[in-house]
Structure formats: structure tokens, C-alpha cells
T-cell receptor, first 111, second 112 residues
Framework: GDSVTQMEGPVTLSEEAFLTINCTYTATGYPSLFWYVQYPGEGLQLLLKATKADDKGSNKGFEATYRKETTSFHLEKGSVQVSDSAVYFCALSSGNTPLVFGKGTRLSVIA | NAGVTQTPKFQVLKTGQSMTLQCAQDMNHNSMYWYRQDPGMGLRLIYYSASEGTTDKGEVPNGYNVSRLNKREFSLRLESAAPSQTSVYFC???????????FGDGTRLSIL
């Protein structure tokens, strides 16, 4: 079945550092790919998405590119802020099926 | 601008008690979902309802039942709560299965 693997955390960075959170997937067909963010005490919020190969999703300075050849959708941000501290989830959906989530990566940004 | 509303936000139960978690969405979405979130396990799908009148099992359905009461509401019931069901429960909705999901703020459930 479909699955998502993302790097284990926690990831701790200093403010203004470069962020990469790796995500790879296994799926039949051509899934849509998503990144969700969960701030402390809240539900998940959609951060960005990409629906076909080579698409780049971007939002709030974060971006991720759908790489079909490497089955990857890595999340990047050039300069993180303390307010970016959260748990980040990679997810996919193939056709009209529920999302499949990775286990999440906790990011802590220190001033 | 409510989105997905879950009640209650917190609950403590004793082993063997029953409980219904309520979820309502005001976005006219067709699909609704229930997840549980446990440390190190990410989100696991319990049940989902692709459309009004249908429900399907997810990854971890044992010990739970659901009711899609109408298009807006999707409830999750624990008939006989067990300590292993201590978790944070999230409800979500989407226009259809492959669309981005909108999440509620969660219900933190402790079973003693």
C-alpha cells in the first residue's frame, strides 16, 4: 500500500538557519503530495501541496518540489524563525482516497 | 469562520465507560475523518466517511464506532473505553478524498 517516510526528529536549529525535512513516498499511480504543520495545542493546517511531477508548492517561505524520479517531496525554508517551531507532516493521496501521513518531524528553532 | 468544530476539548474517563466525541463542519464538505495521534506514531486513521450515508474502516478501527449523522456531523463512539485509547483525537473534513483536509483542534482523552 501507499506509504510516506519522513526524517525522524527532533530537529533543532538556530534562528535564520536553513531547513530541510526529508520526505519520500511509495505509491501506485500519481499521488498528490502535501505538507501539513501542527503548532502546539492545535490541529493540523495545510502548509503547501503539489499535484503533479515537478510542481513546486510554496507558502510562508516554505517550499517543496514534487520529484517523481526520486519519489521525494522535501520541505525547505531558507531562514527559519522561532515561530516556525512545530511538527511537520508529509502526506499523500492517490485518487479519491484518504490521506496517508508520515509520522511527523518536530522542529525547534532557538533564538 | 468555524471550519471543523470538535467537542469536548478535554475528557477524562474511567475504564469501561462510554463516550461520544462530536465533530461538525460548516464547509459543505463531502468527506469526514477521525484520526488518533499518539507520540511517535503520527496520525492514524480510525474511520472515515467518503460521503453522507457511508462509513469505512481505517487503519485502527477496533474499539470504535462512528455515525455520519448528516452532511455536517460525524461522531466517534467508544463503547467501553480502555487505557490504550488514551490519545488526542482529531476530526477532519475535505471536499473529497484526495483534497486537502481541514482539521479541528482535537479532543484530548485520558482513560484511567
Amino acid at each position: 500500500g501507499d506509504s510516506v517516510t519522513q526524517m525522524e526528529g527532533p530537529v533543532t536549529l538556530s534562528e535564520e538557519a536553513f531547513l530541510t525535512i526529508n520526505c519520500t513516498y511509495t505509491a501506485t499511480g500519481y499521488p498528490s503530495l502535501f505538507w501539513y504543520v501542527q503548532y502546539p495545542g492545535e490541529g493540523l493546517q495545510l502548509l503547501l501541496k503539489a499535484t503533479k511531477a515537478d510542481d513546486k508548492g510554496s507558502n510562508k517561505g516554505f517550499e517543496a518540489t514534487y520529484r517523481k524520479e526520486t519519489t521525494s517531496f522535501h520541505l525547505e525554508k531558507g531562514s527559519v524563525q522561532v515561530s516556525d517551531s512545530a511538527v511537520y507532516f508529509c502526506a499523500l493521496s492517490s485518487g479519491n482516497t484518504p490521506l496517508v501521513f508520515g509520522k511527523g518531524t518536530r522542529l525547534s528553532v532557538i533564538a | 469562520n468555524a471550519g471543523v468544530t470538535q467537542t469536548p476539548k478535554f475528557q477524562v474517563l474511567k475504564t469501561g465507560q462510554s463516550m461520544t466525541l462530536q465533530c461538525a463542519q460548516d464547509m459543505n464538505h463531502n468527506s469526514m475523518y477521525w484520526y488518533r495521534q499518539d507520540p511517535g506514531m503520527g496520525l492514524r486513521l480510525i474511520y472515515y466517511s467518503a460521503s453522507e450515508g457511508t462509513t469505512d474502516k481505517g487503519e485502527v478501527p477496533n474499539g470504535y464506532n462512528v455515525s455520519r449523522l448528516n452532511k455536517r456531523e460525524f461522531s466517534l463512539r467508544l463503547e467501553s473505553a480502555a487505557p490504550s485509547q488514551t490519545s488526542v483525537y482529531f476530526c477532519a473534513s475535505s471536499r473529497q478524498g484526495d483534497q486537502p483536509q481541514h482539521f479541528g483542534d482535537g479532543t484530548r482523552l485520558s482513560i484511567l
